[in-house]
C-alpha cells in the first residue's frame, strides 16, 4: 500500500496540535515550541502572501544555518511558493547568473531578526531597499490551505565540482518520502537533538531540517562552522545525533579532548568517501554510531544503512537500497550488471527530483523508465549491500585505459602520513590525461608515500605528481572540490 505523503506545514500542524510544548528550533537565543513556530509561519505566510507571493512564485533565499532562515523556508513552503536555496556566502544574483542555464526569480527573500523576534526581508529583483515583514505569533492574516506535495518547492544547485551548476528542482514529497522510508533505519526518538551545523542550499541540511518536523525531534542550529565550536556545541547542548560528510567529522574528532563528547548517539555519514580507519577514528572518538547514507542533490536518499548493524557491515559499503527506491547497475552498454560487477548506479524513487531546471539536462539524466543515471560507479553484493567505486566523469583516461581516481586516493590514504587526498585528470599531449594527486600529509616527507604508492598500485596508476597541501579546498558542502584542486595542481606545476 502506498504510503500518503503530506506537505510539510500540514506535518508542521500535526505537531503543534498534539505536542504544542515540545521544543522544536533551537539557538544560542532559547527554543521555538512547536505551536510557537507554527504561528510564526502561518504569520509569515500571511505577510508574503499579502505582498503578492503565490504557490509556484520563486523566491531567492541565502540558507544559512539559523532559526529565522527556517521559519523563511516554511512560509514559502506554506504557500507553496518556490525557495531557491542558495550558498550564503555568495551574493544570490551571483549563484542565479553561475548556473547553467542562467536563472532569473522576480523576488528575493533574506531573513533576520533573533530567535523570538524573526523577521523576513522581501524584495523584489532590482529593488534596493526591501520591506521589513516582523513575525508575530497572534492576529496573523490567514493564507489560503496549499496541499501539494508533489509541485516543485525547492531549487538547489550542485556543486559543480565536475562541471557547471545546475539547478535541481525537488518537491516536499521527495523530502518527505526520504524521511519516512529511512525512519524505521535511522533510530530517531523525540529527545533527540539534532545539530543544524550543516547548510540548508544542500539536500543533506534541508533533510535535517525537514526531519525535525516530520519525525519529531528537536533541531540546535548554529552558524558556526569551526570543528572546536561545533564540539563545545555539541557537548554543551547535549546533540544527539548529527548529519556529516566524513571531513566534518574528521575535523571534530580531531579536535574533541577525551570524554569531551558524551551525547552523541549517531549520525548519518555520506557525501564522500571514508576509509575504514577514519570511520573507526570517529566513532571511538566522538562515541557514535555512524549510519552511512548515499544521496545527491538529484534524488535525496538513495541508501541508508541500519545504525544497528555491526561496525564492519557499516563501513564497508553505503548500505542496501531504500525500501522505496529501486535501484539497477547498469554496464555501459545498458544492461544489468550482476552480483559484484562494477557498473554506473541508476535509480528510480519517490525521492528522485522532478528535473532540472533545464528540460534538456533532465532529458539527459532520467531515462525513459524513469531511473536517474546518477554518473556514480559502484556495484551491489550479495548480500544488496551497494559499494560506490568512484565517479563516471571523475574517471581518468590514460592512453585509452580507464583509471579510477579513488582506487588511486585510497592507496594515497593507507600511507602513513597521508591525512586527506584527492586526485585528478590533467590533459597531456601524449597520454591523454594522467593522473595527478594532492594531498593532507603530516609524515617524514613525500619520498615516503612515493614508495608505498610504488608498492600498492600499477605504474600506470602512480600519479604523474603530488602536490602537498595545508587543507584541500573543499565545496559549500565540504566536500574535497575538484575543480579547485586542479586549477591549483596546474599553477603548481607551471611555478
Ligand atoms: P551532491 O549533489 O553535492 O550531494 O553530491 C552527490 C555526490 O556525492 C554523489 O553523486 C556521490 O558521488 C557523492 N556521494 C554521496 N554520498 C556518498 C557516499 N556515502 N560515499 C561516497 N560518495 C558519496
Not at 506535518?11 to 513556530?37: F, N, V
Not at 516536499?172 to 524521511?179: A, C, E, I, P
Not at 608498492?455 to 574535497?480: F, H, Q, V, W
Amino acid at each position: 500500500m502506498d504510503t500518503v505523503i503530506h506537505t510539510l506545514c500540514w506535518y508542521l500542524h500535526c505537531l503543534a496540535l498534539e505536542k504544542p510544548c515540545l521544543p522544536l528550533l533551537g539557538d544560542r537565543g532559547g527554543w521555538l515550541t512547536a505551536e510557537r513556530t507554527e504561528s510564526f509561519v502561518e504569520a509569515g505566510a500571511g505577510l508574503l502572501y499579502a505582498s503578492g507571493l503565490r504557490p509556484g512564485t520563486l523566491v531567492a533565499l541565502p540558507a544559512g544555518h539559523t532559526v529565522d532562515t527556517v521559519l523563511a523556508l516554511l512560509c514559502l513552503q506554506r504557500i507553496g511558493a518556490v525557495a531557491v536555496l542558495t550558498d550564503p556566502r555568495e551574493e544570490p544574483e551571483q549563484a542565479l547568473a553561475a548556473c547553467a542555464p542562467p536563472l532569473s526569480v522576480p523576488f528575493y527573500l533574506e531573513a533576520g531578526g533573533d530567535v523570538q523576534r524573526p523577521v523576513l526581508l522581501l524584495s523584489q529583483a532590482g529593488q534596493r531597499a526591501p520591506l521589513q515583514l516582523p513575525l508575530v505569533s497572534s492576529g496573523y492574516t490567514p493564507v489560503p490551505a496549499y496541499d501539494d506535495p508533489d509541485a516543485p518547492a525547492f531549487y538547489i544547485f550542485t556543486s559543480g565540482s565536475c562541471g557547471k551548476r545546475k539547478a535541481v528542482v525537488l518537491s516536499q514529497g521527495n523530502l518527505v518520502s526520504n524521511l519516512l522510508d529511512s525512519a524505521p533505519l535511522g533510530g530517531y526518538s523525540e529527545d533527540d537533538i539534532a545539530l543544524g551545523a550543516l547548510p540548508m542550499d544542500h539536500v543533506f541540511g534541508l533533510a535535517l531540517l525537514t526531519g525535525a518536523i516530520v519525525l519529531r525531534h528537536r533541531l540546535y542550529l548554529t552558524a558556526a562552522t569551526a570543528p572546536e565550536e561545533l564540539v563545545q556545541i555539541v557537548a554543551r547542548e547535549k546533540i544527539t545525533r548529527m548529519n556529516g560528510v566524513p571531513s566534518l567529522y574528521l575535523a571534530m574528532a580531531k579536535k574533541a579532548r577525551a570524554g569531551e563528547v558524551r551525547t552523541l548517539r549517531t549520525g548519518y555519514i555520506g557525501g564522500a568517501p571514508w576509509t575504514e580507519e577514519q570511520f573507526q577514528r570517529i566513532e571511538s572518538v566522538l562515541g557514535m554510531t555512524l549510519v552511512p547514507v548515499y544521496g545527491m542533490s538529484e534524488c535525496v536518499g538513495i541508501s541508508c544503512a541500519c545504525h544497528r548493524s555491526p561496525q564492519a557491515v557499516r563501513m564497508a559499503g553505503v548500505g542496501p537500497f531504500y525500501p522505496a527506491g529501486r535501484g539497477r547497475i547498469l554496464r555501459e552498454d545498458g544492461t544489468q550488471a550482476g552480483p559484484g560487477e562494477e557498473g554506473e548506479v541508476c535509480v528510480s524513487s519517490p525521492m528522485r527530483m522532478l528535473g532540472y531546471h533545464d528540460p534538456a539536462l533532465t532529458a539527459q539524466a532520467i531515462d525513459r523508465d524513469g531511473f536517474l543515471h546518477t554518473g556514480d560507479l559502484g556495484y551491489v553484493d550479495e548480500s544488496g549491500i551497494l559499494h560506490l567505486t568512484g565517479r563516471k566523469k571523475d574517471i581518468i583516461i590514460r592512453n585509452g585505459v580507464n583509471l579510477s581516481p579513488r582506487r588511486i586516493e585510497e592507496a594515497l590514504l593507507s600511507q602513513p602520513g597521508v591525512r586527506e587526498a584527492a586526485v585528478v585528470g590533467l590533459p597531456d599531449d601524449v597520454c591523454g590525461e594522467l593522473p595527478w594527486a594532492a594531498v593532507v600529509y603530516v609524515g617524514n616527507g613525500l619520498s615516503h608515500v612515493v614508495e608505498g604508492l610504488s608498492a600498492c598500485l600499477p605504474r600506470n596508476e602512480l600519479p604523474e605528481g603530488i602536490m602537498y597541501m595545508d587543507a584541500l579546498p573543499m565545496t559549500g558542502s565540504g566536500k574535497p572540490d575538484k575543480q579547485a584542486v586542479k586549477e591549483l595542481i596546474r599553477q603548481w606545476w607551471r611555478a
